[in-house]
């Protein structure tokens, strides 16, 4: 094999080989960076505590003064909430249920000389809709604990707003965790003492959310037993940019919370940015295989002779392709190997940014990207292979 | 293993006009090639003595006729099976020789004796390189070499494997009486061991042996 080597290394030219070797490299590591990059500043968008994922809509209907002077209910009918299920944009719609009972709830902390009781009303969503996960966030018949996820707006208009004017002491997350609220159940027949805790703030739903599981089971109980027609729905579309949302609510004075499409923009534009580079990446791999091919194939064509007479003296197609196949392999893996190095280098470089822009943020691994760029190594690979056998095989057949 | 080779009404296809004038003991003849046999075939240039064993090694396919195997036709064979034959059935001293100009000698008859596994054991290669005189380039890049010296190591070469038939298309052409004879008991001593076939193609001047038959293309 040594000499069969030595035999057809004849004709290679360094340089063309060095140019698929650099260009190879060049596509492949902005496939893999622009994918990379993609999935670490995606992390952002998705963070832990956000309550709403990306791609999902509050839905309301418009409050206007007609309807306040005519009294016209801004609930949701059903046929309204399963045409809205039969949009292509939607992906899945949850509802808001609300509570039929009345809700009175007392909080204090004696050692603080705070305390102070107010009417509230309770809300909730099916639970795959939340994305506040905890072990907290569960109820069963016959708990007396009840917990709840409150706006996190509420408490910066307490700390903020009243305890500052007041000269009351601000609140911290973690300490309104640790404070218990009395809540009081006032159904149409009974009413009954809870308690309640807050477990988790949410960003982006305004609303006094408790499991759904609770609400059910309490609506049964203190309920007159009207079914209620919700008053928002949660939407769950395929791209939030959707033109057809914006018309389709326009038509049924329908609205959301503008900034979940500004930030349904925003992702969407990344993709759009990191596809087109990821595009750019896969042309020039595409192009440094076609290089290859070149080079392949000019170096065949001088090589002729020797492969015939190879072959004519009884080496077998397979043994005359190998050289070059595992030169291709050997050149394919390099790249691979040096592009995952440099792929770590430059997102070492990002991340230190990243991460002094947002601190907690928690990337993910490189797993994904990995995984991708076997692909492509493979498939890149497996075509070289194909066309050296197959060049090989023509002058077996002695057809150029 | 082949015990012949058949040669079935063969034609090359540049002589298909002339069909009706062929005198020939070859094209468009039954004839049969038998192991252990010593075959001379004589021809003028241009009578198509090369294409023969082009024929004969799967080179080229451009005849009319059959050839075979035994009683398996060499269309029917595959590109295993022609691997097989050209490494453990048939060998071939080539007239062009078809060694690689950029190896030594002594590299050109390795890189096929490699591939039968050592077929040939270093000492006997190495008598050989003496017995024809070339035993001093075995060093030397082929390219920098005589055809004369070339086609002794082509020689060598051919011998590097097992084979029921060897091909020997005009082996010295370029030889002097005494490294001919040299040549050719070399040749049919390695024939005799392995008990197989030998076919020589001249033009005129030929290795003086005990032909068994001799044949005009």
Redesign the interface.
């Known amino acids: 094999?040594k000499?069969?080597w030595?035999?057809l290394r004849?004709h290679i030219s360094i340089g063309q080989f060095a140019g698929f070797t650099l260009a190879n490299l060049v596509g492949m590591l902005i496939i893999l960076l622009g994918l990379q990059f993609y999935q670490d500043v995606q992390s952002i968008f998705s963070s832990r505590e956000s309550f709403m994922k990306k791609d999902y809509l509050v839905v309301s209907k418009q409050v206007n003064t007609a309807s306040t002077l005519t009294g016209k209910s801004g609930t949701f009918s059903k046929s309204e909430i399963n045409d809205l299920k039969l949009q292509p944009f939607a992906q899945s719609v949850g509802v808001f249920t609300p509570a039929d009972f009345q809700v009175t709830c007392n909080m204090g902390m004696k050692e603080l000389g705070l305390q102070f009781g107010t009417e509230m009303f309770f809300e909730s969503v099916p639970d795959e809709y939340v994305d506040y996960a905890s072990d907290q966030w569960t109820f069963q018949e016959g708990d007396t604990f009840i917990p709840i996820i409150l706006p996190r707006n509420y408490l910066n208009l307490y700390n903020f707003g009243f305890a500052q004017t007041r000269g009351l002491p601000k609140i911290s997350e973690n300490v309104i965790g640790m404070i218990t609220l009395d809540i009081t159940i006032k159904g149409e027949f009974n009413t009954d003492h809870y308690k309640g805790r807050i477990v988790g703030f949410s960003n982006r739903l305004n609303t006094i959310l408790v499991p759904e599981k609770f609400m059910v089971w309490a609506n049964e109980k203190y309920g007159k037993g009207k079914e209620l027609n919700p008053s928002r729905m949660i939407l769950e579309v395929y791209n939030p940019t959707d033109d057809a949302i914006v018309k389709y609510f326009d038509e049924n004075s329908y609205e959301t919370e503008d900034d979940k499409l500004a930030q349904g923009k925003t992702t969407w534009f990344l993709k759009l940015m990191v596809g087109v580079v990821m595009a750019v990446g896969g042309l020039i791999t595409g192009l440094a295989l076609y290089i290859l091919m070149l080079s392949i194939y000019l170096l065949v064509q001088k090589n002729t002779t020797?492969l015939e007479?190879?072959?004519?003296?009884?080496?077998?197609?397979r043994q005359v392709a190998a050289p070059y196949q595992l030169l291709t392999l050997g050149l394919n893996l390099l790249v691979f190997i040096l592009a995952l190095i440099l792929l770590t280098v430059f997102r070492g470089q990002y991340l230190a940014m990243l991460e002094t822009l947002y601190p907690d943020l928690l990337v993910p691994g490189l797993g994904q990207t990995i995984v991708v760029g076997i692909v492509i190594f493979v498939v890149v690979t497996l075509v070289n292979l194909l066309v050296i056998r197959q060049k090989v095989a023509t002058i077996?057949k002695?057809k150029d | 293993m082949y015990q012949t080779i058949k040669l079935d009404n063969v034609l090359p296809h540049v002589f298909e006009e002339r069909r009706s004038q062929m005198h020939s003991d070859v094209w468009l003849q039954q004839l049969q090639f038998q192991k252990g046999q010593l075959y001379l075939v004589e021809a003028a240039s241009g009578t198509g003595k090369s294409s023969l064993c082009s024929y004969i090694f799967g080179y080229r396919k451009d005849f009319s006729g059959t050839i075979a195997f035994d009683d398996r036709s060499i269309n029917d064979l595959k590109v295993s099976d022609w691997v097989n034959a050209r490494k453990s059935s048939l060998s071939i001293l080539w007239q062009e020789l078809r060694l690689f100009p950029e190896l030594t000698a002594w590299e050109n008859v390795m890189i096929k004796n490699n591939l039968t596994k050592g077929f040939q054991p270093v000492y006997q290669l190495n008598e050989w390189f003496d017995l024809l005189d070339i035993a001093d380039k075995k060093q030397t890049v082929i390219g920098r070499m005589s055809f004369g010296q070339q086609q002794r190591v082509a020689l060598v070469r051919s011998l590097c494997q097992p084979f029921d038939f060897l091909f020997a298309d005009e082996p010295i052409s370029h030889l002097d009486d005494e490294n001919s004879r040299i040549m050719g008991e070399i040749m049919m001593s390695e024939a005799r061991k392995q008990g197989a076939g030998v076919i020589v193609t001249s033009i005129g001047k030929h290795i003086d042996l005990p032909y068994d038959k001799v044949l005009k293309l």
């Open positions: 094999m000499l069969v030595k035999l004849q020797k007479n190879l072959l004519l003296i009884g080496y077998s197609p077996w002695r």
